[in-house]
């Protein structure tokens, strides 16, 4: 498993305007693509961090080659207060509860 995590800061007043932006442009094409596991927005007043699970990192990159990733940049420049800061992460141990 291979995690991709984004972190978005946001420009006072903006978080509402980024999560709405970022659930049309980044979530909603989601659903279909090859490998993902999940995908969360979290954020707070000042920022947001995306949360991709990928079953294997090849697919994670293969995302960021859709041009999805660069509308959303496109789209939000009036929203953001700096460049996103993308961590990526390996998973060791996985621990599911039903």
Known sequence: MFSAVMHYRIKPG???AFCQLWHE???VH????KGLVSMQ???????AYAFGLWRERKS????MQTGVFGNLMKQAA???????????????????SR
Do not use: H, K, M, N
């Open 30 to 33: 989601s659903s279909s693509l």
């Open 41 to 47: 927005l979290y954020r707070d007043e000042a920022g």
């Open 60 to 63: 994670a990159d293969a995302f």
């Open 78 to 96: 009036d929203l953001l207060s700096g460049q996103p800061q993308q961590l990526p992460w390996e998973l060791v141990d996985w621990f599911c």
């Open 25 to 27: 442009t980044v979530f």
């Open 14 to 16: 903006c978080i509402d």
